[in-house]
């Protein structure tokens, strides 16, 4: 039987999302900036060993999002790991899970954000980014249908630059196979990092399980959404990914500062190099809305437990959308986008979200038959590759990573504390 959200009968959403708004929505936090941005790095870490670091996310990934999905059936309440820690292991990891979430992903809003501005108008790149969290956090006030359908269409145009830069670079008489080789400069450790900053890029689909109070049917609907979700993905980055390395080698690839629009140019189509550029635009778009989304749902959740203060669980009563938290996100992500530099947000953030799924899978081990376990193996593949993607990051998002959860920390003390008098 699955638990019911917490939280007064004002606070509870309604369940408006099918199954494909609900896939729709994991394609649009993974098929988004991502896939226009951390090749590069990743590259620059793993070498020829690229499409290695890739499978290697990937698994993890699918570990994490089985996990997730099993948890998310059995717990179908806006909060994703915060509520599944704090059911399974205990209100100290449920904190734990939603403060590693909001702050690595409200990072990675301004990243997303700063995207934006980069392409639109990089004289203005702030502007533009603070306008653009301004538009899409009035437009998820507006109601989560009305996201969704903004996302399907992002979606959809994303996939379409993608495919053009894929057929072109691949029939392209730039294309060398030889390039896909894994050479001596694919070492363990570098192989590692990569996974680790390509896991940015694969970590949306825990928003369709951050949005289970409002998914119909979420017990049925969750557990086929997340791994159809992650399975388009993996098709379209590893599509994506070889095409930029057999135009471009591991080298050159690892210094492109817009990968696929080199990749274009390079394959004699520079006219597409603009059309690349827009899609990265409007990929970080997609991926803004959906990180204002999944951040405030755990928002709402953890200030219905008064993790948070209790203000944000207020949910519209017209919209049914958590507004307070929607609009106090917007907020700080303005703020960020303002007064930071988030060049190393791609780290900064997997860390937080690989710490987000270590605590999903250590929840899931937890289980039992009766309750939708999945198969063992799963949750130790993805408690131990969260584990150890998260140590081989680059050392300042290790460092960062691990004073924002001592922070975590020592807040959820500062709270019982307080509680206690």
């Not at 039987?1 to 009968?9: L, N």
């Not at 904190?95 to 990243?111: D, E, I, N, R």
């Not at 399980?209 to 049917?217: H, I, P, S, Y």
């Not at 017990?219 to 997340?226: D, H, L, M, S, Y």
């Given at each position: 039987?699955?638990?019911?959200?917490?939280?007064?009968?004002q606070?509870?959403?309604?369940?408006?999302?099918?199954?494909r708004d609900?896939?729709?929505?994991?394609?649009?936090s993974m098929?988004?900036?991502?896939?226009?941005?951390?090749p590069?790095?990743?590259?620059?870490?793993?070498?020829?060993?690229?499409?290695?670091?890739?499978?290697?996310?990937?698994?993890v990934?699918?570990?994490?999002a089985?996990?997730?999905a099993?948890?998310?059936?059995?717990?179908p309440?806006?909060?994703?790991?915060?509520?599944?820690g704090?059911?399974?292991l205990?209100?100290?990891?449920g904190?734990?899970?939603?403060?590693?979430?909001?702050?690595?992903?409200?990072?990675?809003?301004?990243?997303m954000a700063l995207?934006?501005g980069a392409?639109?108008?990089?004289?203005?790149?702030?502007?533009v980014?603070?306008?653009?969290?301004?538009?899409?956090?009035?437009l998820?006030?507006?109601g989560?249908?009305?996201?969704?359908?903004l996302?399907?269409t992002?979606?959809?145009?994303?996939l379409?630059?993608?495919?053009?830069?894929?057929v072109?670079s691949?029939?392209?008489?730039?294309?060398?196979?030889?390039?896909?080789?894994?050479?001596?400069?694919?070492?363990?450790?570098?192989?590692?990092?990569?996974?680790?900053?390509?896991?940015?890029?694969?970590?949306?689909?825990a928003?369709i399980?951050?949005?289970?109070?409002?998914?119909?049917?979420p017990?049925?609907?969750?557990?086929?959404?997340?791994?159809?979700?992650?399975g388009i993905?993996l098709?379209?980055?590893?599509?994506?990914?070889?095409?930029a390395?057999a135009?471009?080698?591991?080298?050159?690839?690892?210094?492109?500062a817009?990968?696929?629009?080199?990749?274009?140019?390079?394959a004699?189509?520079?006219?597409?190099?603009?059309?690349?550029?827009?899609g990265?635009?409007?990929a970080?778009?997609?991926?803004?809305l959906?990180l204002?989304?999944?951040?405030?749902?755990?928002?709402?959740?953890?200030a219905?437990?008064r993790?948070?203060?209790p203000?944000?669980?207020?949910?519209h009563?017209?919209?049914?959308?958590?507004?307070r938290?929607?609009?106090?996100?917007?907020?700080?992500?303005?703020?960020?986008?303002?007064a930071?530099?988030?060049?190393?947000?791609i780290g900064?953030s997997?860390?937080g979200?690989l710490?987000?799924?270590?605590?999903?899978?250590?929840?899931?081990w937890?289980?039992?038959?009766?309750?939708g376990?999945?198969?063992?193996i799963?949750?130790?593949?993805?408690?131990?590759g969260?584990?150890?993607?998260?140590?081989?990051?680059?050392?300042?998002?290790v460092l960062?990573?691990?004073a924002?959860l001592?922070?975590?920390?020592?807040?959820?003390?500062?709270?019982?504390t307080?509680?206690?008098r």
């Open positions: 039987m699955a638990v019911a959200p917490t939280g007064a009968g606070s509870r959403l309604e369940r408006r999302l099918g199954l609900a896939v729709v929505i994991g394609l649009g098929i988004g900036a991502g896939v226009f941005s951390a590069a790095p990743a590259a620059a870490a793993a070498g020829s060993g690229l499409l290695l670091g890739l499978g290697l996310a990937a698994v990934a699918y570990c994490n089985t996990s997730s099993r948890l998310a059936a059995r717990y309440a806006s909060g994703g790991t915060y509520v599944y704090r059911e399974r205990g209100d100290f990891w904190h734990l899970a939603g403060w590693s979430f909001v702050v690595g992903k409200t990072a990675s809003c301004a990243a995207t934006v392409y639109v108008w990089p004289a203005h790149e702030r502007e980014a603070v306008a653009a969290v301004a538009a899409l956090t009035a998820s006030c507006t989560v249908q009305k996201a969704a359908w996302t399907r992002i979606v959809a145009v994303v379409l630059v993608l495919a053009a830069v894929v072109a691949l029939t392209s008489g730039q294309a060398q196979a030889a390039r896909l080789d894994i050479g001596a400069d694919a070492g363990v450790h570098g192989v590692l990092q990569g996974a680790g900053l390509l896991f940015f890029a694969f970590a949306g689909y928003r399980a951050t949005l289970g109070e409002e998914v119909r049917d017990g049925r609907t969750i557990p086929r959404a997340v791994p159809i979700a992650l993905t098709v379209v980055y590893a599509a994506v990914a070889a095409s390395l135009v471009l080698g591991p080298e050159r690839l690892a210094g492109a817009a990968p696929l629009a080199e990749t274009v140019r390079a004699g189509a520079p006219a597409l190099a603009p059309i690349a550029g827009a990265a635009a409007i970080a778009l997609g991926s803004l959906a204002i989304l999944g951040v405030s749902r755990t928002m709402l959740a953890m219905r437990d993790h948070l203060p203000a944000l669980a207020a949910v009563p017209r919209t049914k959308v958590p507004y938290a929607e609009l106090t996100v917007g907020a700080v992500v303005a703020v960020l986008v303002l930071t530099d988030l060049r190393g947000a900064f997997s860390f979200v710490a987000y799924y270590a605590i999903a899978n250590a929840s899931a937890t289980l039992t038959a009766g309750e376990r999945p198969p063992r799963v949750p130790v593949l993805g408690l131990t969260c584990v150890a993607l998260a140590v081989s990051l680059p050392p300042i998002s960062s990573g691990g924002v001592a922070a975590g920390a020592v807040l959820y003390a500062a709270r019982r307080l509680n206690g």
